[in-house]
DNA sequence: ACTAACTGATACTAAATTGGTATCAGAAAT
DNA sequence: ATTTCTGATACCAATTTAGTATCAGTTAGT
């Protein structure tokens, strides 16, 4: 049961790199070297993310990509419901009429508080903070050269 | 973003079915034709829950399936573990050697606390449960025809 | 004006997964 | 012996996932 497929794992980390320079444009091709990301790939993942208003670009040479937020503002559950869809049972019921099924919807009504739950979690996690935390990471490596 | 697959939604179901005739062994056949469930499919996914343990059968005429514990010890966790793995982030990092990613490291560590979430959720959910919900449900609708 | 470095849009593809079917062998009840 | 069942396993089509390729248009620098 995979809960990130590629196209988030991706956007995320790219969206991490774009906030830790923050003013600066980089082009898809530097990303996809640094993040060690397959080009064409990103490049279709960077799209979707401007499609969607969480980086903004430029064209043309010296061009390139941007966050069009603050990263505070960009939420792992956006990311993850613009290349995944909004998190939802197998064929949700509600879509076809009422449930035929009377087991099935005591079951979706559990699932659903648990799907709750994860949508609120991932809208905690944001860009922002993730960079605070790899800052936080990175000064105790810099730091103390603990046990390794 | 699907949560559960079809093998585990049926499985579920018919785990519930069986819970609710405690006692009597049920045909794939018949459990098939109750619950709208292909035949064929049902059968594999029965034969899988019977290789773990959560599913009894006995063979030939007058055979069938039952289950094999009593349904509170029977999770949701349990069978989605069988048909869709246990909850892990988009192909783990910690089989390879370290995380080669520190951002990754970030994002996972976030994710596997959700993810233990999930499945102290799921854990929490049984199939006795369920079955209680169930009835509960259906008393109230049996009883005061409410507004529809 | 040219060219190199970019993004926009979109078509294509291989492999894996998902959902479902079919078949054959063997066990038990009648 | 025949019917009703499970055990095991092979097969299949559709979808999804991950990744590639291509061409058109934009901008900066010369």
Redesign the interface.
């Known amino acids: 049961?995979?809960?990130?497929?590629?196209h988030?794992?991706y956007a995320?980390?790219a969206l991490?790199?774009l906030g830790m320079k923050p003013g600066s444009r980089i082009s898809a091709k530097t990303l996809s070297e640094e993040?060690?990301i397959p080009y064409q790939f990103l490049r279709r993942i960077l799209q979707e993310l401007i499609r969607n208003g969480l980086v903004s670009s430029k064209e043309g040479a010296g061009g390139g990509v941007a966050l069009a937020r603050d990263p505070d503002e960009i939420r792992?559950r956006d990311v993850?419901e613009i290349f995944?869809?909004?998190?939802?049972?197998?064929?949700c019921m509600f879509r076809k009429q009422l449930c035929?099924?009377?087991?099935?919807?005591?079951?979706r009504?559990?699932?659903m508080?648990?799907?709750r739950?994860?949508n609120d979690?991932?809208a905690k996690?944001t860009v922002g903070k993730?960079i605070a935390?790899?800052k936080r990471?990175?000064e105790a490596r810099a730091g103390v050269q603990v046990q390794e």
């Open positions: 049961m995979k809960v990130l497929n590629k988030t794992d995320v980390r991490i790199a993040q060690g792992v993850i995944q869809g909004s998190v939802q049972v197998s064929e035929s099924n009377r087991a099935n919807c005591v079951l009504h559990e699932i508080r648990i799907e739950m994860v979690e991932f996690v993730l935390d790899l990471v990175e």
